[in-house]
Protein backbone atom coordinates (compact mmCIF):
# COMPACT_ATOMS: atom_id res chain seq x y z
CA UNK A 1 0.00 0.00 0.00
CA UNK A 2 2.99 2.94 0.70
CA UNK A 3 4.66 1.51 -2.52
CA UNK A 4 1.20 2.28 -4.49
CA UNK A 5 0.70 5.41 -2.47
CA UNK A 6 4.17 6.83 -3.67
CA UNK A 7 4.07 5.40 -7.12
CA UNK A 8 0.57 5.13 -8.72
CA UNK A 9 1.10 8.50 -9.87
CA UNK A 10 4.34 7.77 -11.65
CA UNK A 11 3.95 7.73 -15.54
CA UNK A 12 7.32 6.96 -17.98
CA UNK A 13 9.17 5.09 -16.06
CA UNK A 14 12.30 2.95 -17.15
CA UNK A 15 13.55 0.31 -14.67
CA UNK A 16 17.85 0.25 -14.89
CA UNK A 17 17.34 -3.98 -14.96
CA UNK A 18 20.88 -5.77 -13.50
CA UNK A 19 19.03 -8.97 -13.88
CA UNK A 20 19.72 -9.34 -9.76
CA UNK A 21 17.08 -9.74 -7.41
CA UNK A 22 16.51 -6.05 -6.05
CA UNK A 23 16.18 -4.56 -9.63
CA UNK A 24 13.62 -7.24 -9.99
CA UNK A 25 11.77 -6.08 -7.03
CA UNK A 26 12.02 -2.86 -8.39
CA UNK A 27 10.63 -4.08 -11.55
CA UNK A 28 7.64 -5.49 -9.70
CA UNK A 29 6.77 -2.35 -8.30
CA UNK A 30 6.73 -0.54 -11.64
CA UNK A 31 4.98 -3.02 -13.56
CA UNK A 32 2.35 -3.37 -10.30
CA UNK A 33 2.06 0.25 -9.79
CA UNK A 34 3.44 2.74 -12.63
CA UNK A 35 1.87 3.54 -15.91
CA UNK A 36 3.86 3.49 -19.11
CA UNK A 37 6.52 1.38 -17.50
CA UNK A 38 10.02 -0.30 -19.92
CA UNK A 39 13.54 -1.34 -18.85
CA UNK A 40 16.84 -1.34 -19.90
CA UNK A 41 20.29 -2.81 -18.96
CA UNK A 42 23.36 -2.24 -19.45
CA UNK A 43 25.66 -4.26 -21.58
CA UNK A 44 29.65 -3.36 -20.20
CA UNK A 45 31.75 -4.31 -22.78
CA UNK A 46 36.08 -5.03 -22.91
CA UNK A 47 37.66 -4.91 -25.98
CA UNK A 48 33.99 -6.87 -27.65
CA UNK A 49 33.19 -8.63 -24.74
CA UNK A 50 30.29 -8.71 -22.61
CA UNK A 51 31.42 -8.24 -19.40
CA UNK A 52 27.81 -8.86 -17.38
CA UNK A 53 27.01 -11.74 -19.67
CA UNK A 54 24.80 -13.78 -16.60
CA UNK A 55 23.43 -10.44 -15.45
CA UNK A 56 22.10 -9.78 -19.27
CA UNK A 57 20.90 -13.20 -19.64
CA UNK A 58 18.94 -13.45 -16.25
CA UNK A 59 17.33 -9.85 -17.42
CA UNK A 60 16.20 -11.52 -20.66
CA UNK A 61 14.44 -14.43 -18.90
CA UNK A 62 13.13 -12.38 -15.77
CA UNK A 63 11.38 -9.26 -18.79
CA UNK A 64 9.75 -11.85 -20.48
CA UNK A 65 8.54 -13.41 -17.30
CA UNK A 66 6.60 -10.57 -16.59
CA UNK A 67 5.85 -9.37 -19.80
CA UNK A 68 8.21 -6.50 -19.55
CA UNK A 69 9.72 -4.53 -22.59
CA UNK A 70 13.79 -4.33 -22.29
CA UNK A 71 16.40 -2.39 -24.39
CA UNK A 72 19.93 -2.87 -24.19
CA UNK A 73 22.80 -0.44 -24.43
CA UNK A 74 26.40 -1.05 -24.42
CA UNK A 75 29.16 0.90 -22.49
CA UNK A 76 32.39 0.98 -23.59
CA UNK A 77 33.93 -0.03 -19.47
CA UNK A 78 37.58 -0.07 -20.79
CA UNK A 79 37.07 3.14 -22.34
CA UNK A 80 35.62 4.43 -19.40
CA UNK A 81 38.24 3.48 -16.91
CA UNK A 82 40.83 4.89 -18.79
CA UNK A 83 39.33 8.13 -19.40
CA UNK A 84 36.67 9.24 -16.95
CA UNK A 85 37.24 7.40 -14.12
CA UNK A 86 38.32 10.07 -12.46
CA UNK A 87 36.22 12.63 -13.36
CA UNK A 88 33.19 10.86 -12.62
CA UNK A 89 34.88 9.83 -8.72
CA UNK A 90 35.04 13.82 -8.25
CA UNK A 91 32.27 14.46 -9.93
CA UNK A 92 29.63 12.64 -8.17
CA UNK A 93 31.33 12.25 -5.38
CA UNK A 94 32.30 7.64 -5.68
CA UNK A 95 34.87 5.94 -4.58
CA UNK A 96 33.43 2.96 -6.23
CA UNK A 97 34.93 2.35 -9.67
CA UNK A 98 31.04 0.10 -10.73
CA UNK A 99 29.39 2.69 -9.25
CA UNK A 100 30.85 5.37 -11.70
CA UNK A 101 30.64 2.44 -14.51
CA UNK A 102 26.52 2.59 -13.79
CA UNK A 103 26.36 6.34 -13.53
CA UNK A 104 28.08 6.56 -16.67
CA UNK A 105 25.45 4.67 -18.56
CA UNK A 106 22.37 6.52 -16.82
CA UNK A 107 24.57 9.72 -17.78
CA UNK A 108 23.94 8.64 -21.33
CA UNK A 109 21.15 6.44 -21.76
CA UNK A 110 18.64 7.55 -24.74
CA UNK A 111 15.96 6.97 -21.65
CA UNK A 112 17.75 9.23 -18.92
CA UNK A 113 14.41 11.95 -20.00
CA UNK A 114 12.31 9.43 -18.12
CA UNK A 115 11.83 8.08 -14.53
CA UNK A 116 14.59 5.66 -13.87
CA UNK A 117 14.09 3.37 -10.95
CA UNK A 118 16.88 1.47 -10.16
CA UNK A 119 17.19 -1.50 -7.69
CA UNK A 120 17.88 -0.27 -4.33
CA UNK A 121 19.15 -2.24 -0.63
CA UNK A 122 16.15 -3.83 0.66
CA UNK A 123 16.90 -3.50 4.82
CA UNK A 124 17.72 -6.55 6.39
CA UNK A 125 17.91 -7.54 9.80
CA UNK A 126 20.23 -9.97 10.87
CA UNK A 127 21.76 -11.55 13.61
CA UNK A 128 25.50 -12.96 14.68
CA UNK A 129 26.33 -16.88 14.69
CA UNK A 130 25.53 -16.94 18.45
CA UNK A 131 22.48 -14.51 18.19
CA UNK A 132 24.55 -12.32 20.74
CA UNK A 133 23.58 -9.26 18.67
CA UNK A 134 21.03 -7.78 15.80
CA UNK A 135 21.92 -5.80 13.32
CA UNK A 136 19.99 -3.59 10.92
CA UNK A 137 20.92 -2.41 7.45
CA UNK A 138 21.54 0.95 8.03
CA UNK A 139 20.85 1.78 11.19
CA UNK A 140 22.99 2.11 14.23
CA UNK A 141 21.94 1.98 17.79
CA UNK A 142 22.33 0.38 21.46
CA UNK A 143 19.05 -0.92 23.29
CA UNK A 144 20.13 -1.55 26.96
CA UNK A 145 22.22 -4.13 27.25
CA UNK A 146 21.75 -5.88 23.74
CA UNK A 147 23.93 -4.34 20.70
CA UNK A 148 21.89 -3.46 17.50
CA UNK A 149 24.67 -2.49 15.46
CA UNK A 150 25.88 -2.21 11.76
CA UNK A 151 29.18 -2.10 10.46
CA UNK A 152 28.30 0.96 8.18
CA UNK A 153 26.57 3.82 9.82
CA UNK A 154 23.50 5.50 8.57
CA UNK A 155 25.46 8.23 7.02
CA UNK A 156 28.07 6.35 5.50
CA UNK A 157 25.38 3.96 4.12
CA UNK A 158 23.95 6.81 2.12
CA UNK A 159 26.68 8.38 1.10
CA UNK A 160 28.05 5.35 -0.25
CA UNK A 161 25.28 3.90 -2.39
CA UNK A 162 23.30 6.35 -2.56
CA UNK A 163 24.70 10.09 -2.77
CA UNK A 164 26.56 9.82 -6.14
CA UNK A 165 23.35 8.85 -7.85
CA UNK A 166 21.43 12.11 -6.24
CA UNK A 167 24.82 14.08 -7.51
CA UNK A 168 23.87 12.78 -10.66
CA UNK A 169 19.90 13.49 -10.56
CA UNK A 170 20.56 17.14 -9.09
CA UNK A 171 23.38 18.14 -11.58
CA UNK A 172 22.16 17.08 -14.84
CA UNK A 173 18.35 17.63 -14.02
CA UNK A 174 17.09 14.19 -14.29
CA UNK A 175 14.77 12.23 -12.18
CA UNK A 176 16.33 8.91 -10.30
CA UNK A 177 14.78 6.73 -7.90
CA UNK A 178 17.84 5.13 -6.82
CA UNK A 179 16.22 3.33 -3.55
CA UNK A 180 12.41 2.48 -3.79
CA UNK A 181 12.88 1.56 0.17
CA UNK A 182 13.93 5.23 0.89
CA UNK A 183 11.00 6.58 -0.77
CA UNK A 184 9.61 7.51 2.78
CA UNK A 185 10.91 6.84 6.10
CA UNK A 186 7.58 4.58 6.46
CA UNK A 187 8.57 2.68 3.68
CA UNK A 188 11.71 2.48 4.88
CA UNK A 189 10.46 1.06 8.57
CA UNK A 190 7.77 -1.19 6.94
CA UNK A 191 10.76 -2.71 5.07
CA UNK A 192 12.53 -3.43 8.55
CA UNK A 193 9.30 -5.05 9.58
CA UNK A 194 9.00 -7.21 6.52
CA UNK A 195 12.16 -9.56 7.63
CA UNK A 196 9.34 -10.50 10.54
CA UNK A 197 7.32 -12.34 7.52
CA UNK A 198 10.45 -13.59 5.78
CA UNK A 199 12.25 -15.56 8.63
CA UNK A 200 8.04 -16.85 9.93
CA UNK A 201 7.70 -17.87 6.60
CA UNK A 202 11.09 -19.46 5.51
CA UNK A 203 12.25 -20.24 8.76
CA UNK A 204 15.40 -18.49 8.89
CA UNK A 205 17.69 -15.66 10.04
CA UNK A 206 20.13 -14.09 7.48
CA UNK A 207 23.88 -14.57 9.85
CA UNK A 208 26.88 -12.78 10.24
CA UNK A 209 29.68 -14.96 10.79
CA UNK A 210 33.56 -12.93 11.55
CA UNK A 211 32.28 -10.16 9.49
CA UNK A 212 31.04 -11.75 6.76
CA UNK A 213 27.02 -12.80 5.96
CA UNK A 214 26.12 -15.68 5.51
CA UNK A 215 23.43 -17.37 2.91
CA UNK A 216 22.71 -13.81 1.98
CA UNK A 217 21.48 -15.29 -1.74
CA UNK A 218 18.80 -17.19 -0.42
CA UNK A 219 17.64 -14.77 2.54
CA UNK A 220 17.01 -11.70 -0.04
CA UNK A 221 15.25 -14.39 -2.26
CA UNK A 222 12.93 -15.57 0.84
CA UNK A 223 12.71 -11.42 1.91
CA UNK A 224 11.35 -10.65 -1.52
CA UNK A 225 9.36 -13.90 -1.81
CA UNK A 226 7.65 -12.57 1.20
CA UNK A 227 6.01 -9.74 -0.85
CA UNK A 228 2.56 -10.82 -2.39
CA UNK A 229 2.44 -11.87 -5.85
CA UNK A 230 6.01 -10.76 -6.91
CA UNK A 231 8.10 -12.33 -9.29
Known sequence: DLFEEQLGSLEG?????????????????????????????????????????????????????????LHYE???????????????????????????????AIKNSKFNDRILLLGGEAPYVYVSQDQSAVYLERKLYFDGDRKVALGFSTSAFYFIYNAPFINLEQQHGLHIIKDPFLLTPEILYAGYYQNKYAIESFGECLQVSSGQKRNPHRYKENYYKSFEDFE
Open 74 to 104: DIDARDHFENNLVEYTRKYATLSPQISLQLA
Open 13 to 69: VTVCLSGGLDSQFSANLAKRFCKDVNAVCFRFIWDGVVLNTDDVVTAQQFADKIDLE
